[in-house]
Structures are given as C-alpha cells and as structure tokens.
C-alpha cells in the first residue's frame, strides 16, 4: 500500500490525544478546525484550559491557551511557504476572535510536526536571524522573529521510550517497533485510550505491511514501564 492512499491525519490526532493523555481534562481537541470557509482548515487546534498547570509531557511544554498544530504525513513536505502558510492561519485564528483583540497573540502557539527533519526550513530560519534551539530530542523552539511561540517537531527523533504514539506514524518501522507499540497498547485501560491507539495501530501497520510481527499473547509484560 502507498502511503498517499493512507490516512494519517486522524492516527495523528488519536496520537496526540494518547501524548498528552496525562493532561486531557485540561485540553480540547478540535480536529480540522475551520477558519472561515472551508479551505482554511487547521488541522488540530488545542486549547489549554486557563487554570490548567503546565503541561509536563515535552510536545506540550509550549502550549498555551490556544495551540495550532499542523502535521504533515510521512509522504509530505514541510518547507517555507508551509510555515507561513501555518502562521497566516494561527494569525487568522487571533483575528477571529468575537470582539477587537480579544485573543491574544501571547496565548497562541504554533506547532509543525513531521516525521524526518526539516533541514532547509531549519536552514532557511537561521539565515534569516530566527533562533534554532533543539529544547527536546526532536522538538526545535523557534524564536526571535516568530510572530507566535513555534515549535518544530521532527517525530522520527523523539525520545522513543516516551513519544510512542507520534513515532508510530511511519512507514519505516521495524518489528521491534510494533513490539514496543503492542506493549504500550496493552497497559491501556479506558475505552476512549483503547479507541485511540488502536486508530494508531492500524495506520502503523497499513504503513508497514510488509513488516512481519507476531502479537505476543502468553507473555505478560510490565505495565509499570509505560
């Protein structure tokens, strides 16, 4: 299977539902967020709610109260106009408040996901005096001359012990890989948990299909290293 015939955009928001599983009372998800008309769609916007404490979890040590997230698939680009594209939304979504200033630029963040890193978007932000800080395996804070807080996330570097939901959005995942995912799995309780990673599993393996795994039934592993 190709992965243009894949779709990844709702795994990924079931994966980002599971990373930050330990803070979701305080977060809402709204998948394809609209602007206006429909062209203008984010693809994830998180909103923080404001007596919330700081989010723990590394992808969400940013965020504030509202949070633009846009990821692009395995088989997708993120380059330079995709950056401006994805500021042109969050400064939308600020305009698009009910009454003049009403959100404010401070509490908007900006975050571009993608499975490989960046390098010429990277490249292109430290030419041009914007600073690069790698805060996080994986997670790039982008600073200086950003008009929100942005982060760039490069999924395939995350932490792998830590960030098994994002990182099981690839098409190049090893048996070992699915063990890890399978395990995970298994320390899930909660319907809506279960709901979710299943969602991840089965794009991981429409992704991987060629990759042979076996689910481990007879042995038990310790739910303690979640």
């Not at 106009?81 to 969050?90: C, L, R, V």
């Not at 960046?118 to 001359?145: C, D, M, W």
């Amino acid at each position: 299977m190709k992965n243009k015939k894949i779709q990844w955009h709702p795994a990924f928001v079931a994966a980002m539902d599971l990373e930050l599983a330990d803070d979701r009372q305080y977060l809402t998800f709204q998948k394809e967020y609209n602007l206006n008309t429909r062209p203008l769609q984010i693809d994830l916007l998180i909103e923080k709610k404001s007596d919330a404490s700081p989010i723990e979890n590394e992808i969400g040590k940013l965020f504030r109260m509202y949070n633009i997230v846009e990821y692009k698939s395995p088989a997708d680009g993120l380059g330079i106009d995709d950056y401006y594209k994805s500021t042109a939304y969050a400064a939308l979504f600020k305009a698009y408040g009910k009454t003049d200033n009403e959100i404010d630029e401070t509490e908007v963040t900006l975050t571009l996901i993608r499975e490989s890193k960046p390098e010429k978007l990277l490249h292109y932000f430290r030419e041009r005096g914007y600073t690069v800080a790698q805060s996080y395996r994986g997670i790039y804070y982008i600073g200086n001359k950003t008009l929100f807080a942005t982060q760039v996330i490069v999924s395939s570097e995350l932490n792998s012990n830590a960030h098994v939901w994002l990182r099981a959005l690839s098409g190049k995942l090893k048996k070992n890989d699915f063990h890890a995912l399978l395990s995970r799995m298994e320390c899930l309780t909660g319907k809506h948990e279960k709901e979710m990673a299943d969602s991840v599993f089965q794009i991981s393996v429409s992704a991987n299909y060629n990759v042979p795994y076996k689910v481990d039934t007879a042995r038990k592993r310790d739910c303690l290293k979640c």
